[in-house]
């Protein structure tokens, strides 16, 4: 291909890729603003908090719309260079239109594992600071999870005092050898409870092997159990759902510190999950600039922008719920996770291969 051809078409691509980067983040900055100053509208900030927050959150959300964004910008770039004539000019140069496809499949490509490896760190690092701002200021904040190298440790309010709990890990949906403080209000330790397990499925949690060590003005009283229930606003489902926020990990992160990850306390399966999510995203772009291409790159005559809109819109949509569906059957079991991940991008890929064929004889 001619390289002063390969240089104006890539110049062009980029330059919508950027227009239509540039317009979702818009949206994306006054949707969110108002959001944000929905949550603060009862709190003493200043209002440059806000901003600063969207300006944290927005860009690893832009990183979740780029399959979108991609598809867009495809469709964007092969309506315009049908409209001015300038496909019809490459192609008496002998250029086909599947060589304009793998092109700009090259492109999106690129933009895909370039985000990955040198955008993502910087997006998830600013969603960590934007979640640790956030938490600042949340009304649940007496309320803390955590995980480091000894455990989980969680400090709950009680309506008479606070409760503090630490376990050496989770398995499943049981705590494993932990221990439980109970203060008064007067921060006084008023008995201290030592288990085995605890079943934490359900907000009444039921501990196992228990000895309850209560501290009397003179004296200190124990007593075993072989079960003992406990009331807590903490279930195992809210414990891991803290944990859960994708946009605070980084594709490299992933993959040099997987297993200190595990050890931290995050989900294996949750770590699986982000890991072939991100890994499939460089070939999701393929897959929306191809679907793109066929359905705009069919004939060299003027097209109805607002008609591609149209179906763009609809094949967005329709992308996304297959996407979403296929997570959902993974997370419920029906099928593996990995290729509940995958599968959207190879039955999008699979539908898009014959496309890509048949234009490249029109």
């Given at each position: ?29 006054i ?35 780029l ?53 993502n ?85 039921v ?19 072989d079960?003992l ?71 060299l ?15 967005c ?5 297959l ?40």
């Open positions: 291909m001619n390289k002063i051809l390969i240089r104006y078409l890539f110049n062009n691509y980029i330059k919508i890729f950027l227009k239509v980067f540039f317009i979702f983040y818009c949206f994306g900055v949707l969110n603003l108002f959001e944000e100053i929905e949550f603060f509208k009862n709190l003493e900030v200043n209002f440059t908090t806000p901003i600063f927050l969207t300006v944290l959150h927005i860009p690893s959300m832009i990183i979740q719309l399959p979108f964004i991609i598809f867009i910008t495809s469709m964007k770039f092969i309506i315009d260079i049908k409209n001015n004539k300038d496909l019809l000019t490459i192609k008496v140069f002998g250029i086909s239109n599947l060589k304009v496809f793998l092109l700009i499949s090259f492109i999106s490509f690129f933009i895909g594992w370039f985000s990955l490896f040198f955008l760190p910087i997006t998830s690092s600013m969603s960590k600071y934007y979640e640790k701002i956030k938490a600042n200021y949340s009304k649940d904040i007496d309320h803390l999870v955590t995980f480091n190298k000894n455990g989980l440790w969680i400090k709950e309010n009680l309506e008479n005092g606070q409760r503090i709990i630490s376990a050496k890990e989770i398995d499943q949906k049981n705590l494993k050898k932990l221990t439980i403080f109970n203060f008064d209000k007067n921060y006084n330790l008023v008995n201290k409870i030592y288990s085995n397990s605890a079943n934490i499925e359900k907000n009444k949690w501990l196992k092997d228990v000895i309850l060590v209560k501290f009397l003005e003179d004296v200190i009283d124990q007593s075993e159990f079960e229930e406990i009331d807590s606003i903490y279930t195992y489902e809210k414990i891991t759902s803290l944990y859960k926020n994708f946009d605070t990990l980084s594709f490299i992160n992933l993959i040099t510190n997987y297993k200190s990850l595990l050890d931290q306390g995050y989900s294996n399966i949750f770590l699986k999950q982000s890991f072939n999510n991100m890994l499939s995203m460089p070939f999701f772009l393929i897959t929306m600039t191809a679907l793109a291409s066929i359905l705009v790159m069919g004939k005559t003027k097209s109805n922008n607002m008609r591609y809109i149209v179906i763009g819109l609809i094949s949509i329709t992308i996304y719920y996407k979403d569906l296929s997570i959902a059957l993974g997370k419920t079991n029906r099928i593996p996770l990995t290729l509940a991940t995958w599968m959207p991008i190879i039955i999008t890929g699979l539908f898009s291969s014959v496309g890509v064929l048949q234009i490249n004889e029109k």
